[in-house]
């Protein structure tokens, strides 16, 4: 962020975050792993050829400051499209414009800007290959979701991708004194000017745009300095940003997964409030812990599963926030749990098996023998009881497909139950060794 010219500086009709946009790319604040020198989008301004690409990052990260630079830094005309409220219609006032930009007595490039992008659908988002091919303009997209899932392949092929990072609390410091050199701004007492920050989460634009409701509060009440009293009446309960079905949600969940997974209690309980805080669906977060206690807790500790249903039957009877302690008691005990994915590899590996292999037939003696001529068929014949057998076990017995050899899909693991689970799988492997050799 920086100070614009003296022409816009102090008209009130223009936002702070406005006035505070960078006009050179030395002003940028962040994303030096980007900008800084010998960077990949430092080396793309200096190459004096523009490119298409798509910025990818958090709000208020400087992605559409970026790409206004881009234009000026390549004296291009600079069209900017909202995918929010445009459309088709917009493409095609953008082809035109840059028709005539080429086609002038002095032929500017082009730069389209395409604003949260993965609002754009397929059809929508061809309509820029063409010209994106035929060099009519550059194509810049912004966006806060993961551009392999929500742009096409055709024009993800087409773009380089650039990941911009949260501004990090030396970052906004920056912007916070820049603000604060804005005439007639208030002072900002230290601890204000923290909580700030931390209610900024990382976004420039959030930052600038409380700190404008707070300067006009400020003015209004003759304040000379923005204490943290004050800044807590007027900007109530901490307000987080959070995208509930968005990248930072996925990213959350997959935290708190392995976590639970790593056995790591703390952390655990840290992603779990986390995405409760964000306003995630403690039910959503019910059906997860699940899900981790059959995936990476399983037979180690069946008791897993039995508790991870409870703590959601509780949750539903009780709701929040009371019911929200069940479910935390529960990522405790998810998280303390012996781990193991036996059972988890074993499904997939038997799934895996049956789709590549052919449709054996099952044995004679494991079929049903309903009518007369199916036992005629020899249906069922032979087939021992294992009830009827020492131990009920049938040792000897076969119950794979003629001819098909042991897959061994299952292995527990050496944690918790499966330890026993492991013994008694040995013993009788054992006795069927045993019985096969008489």
Known sequence: MATRSPSTRGQPHVPLAERLRPHALAEVVGQQHLLGEGMPLRIAFESGQPHSCILWGPPGTGKTTIARLMADAFDAQFIPISAVLGGVKDIREAVELAEKARDGLQPQATIVFVDEVHRFNKSQQDAF????????????????????FEVNSALLSRA??????????????QILARAQAEPAAPAIEKKASERLIAYADGDARRLLNTLE??????????????TDTWLLKVLGERLRRYDKGGEQFYDTISALHKSVRGSDVDAALYWFVRMLDGGADPRYLARRMIRMASEDIGLADPRALRLALDASEVYERLGSPEGELALAECIVYLAIAPKSNAVYKAFNAAKALVRKDSTRPVPLHLRNAPTELMKQLDYGKDYRYAHDEPDAFAAGE??????????????????????????KLAELRLRNAEAAKR
Request: proline share 8%.
């Open 213 to 226: 409701t707070l300067f006009v509060s400020a003015r209004a009440e003759g304040l000379q300095t923005i």
């Open 398 to 423: 076969r119950y794979l497909p003629d001819g098909m050899a042991d897959p061994g899909f299952y292995q527990p693991a050496p944690r918790g139950l499966e330890i026993r689970i492991g013994e």
């Open 129 to 148: 290959l063409p010209h994106v091919e035929s060099g009519l303009f550059t194509f810049i997209g912004a966006t806060t979701e993961n551009p392999s």
């Open 160 to 173: 380089a991708v650039y990941v911009l990072r949260s501004l990090t609390e030396q970052d906004l410091q």
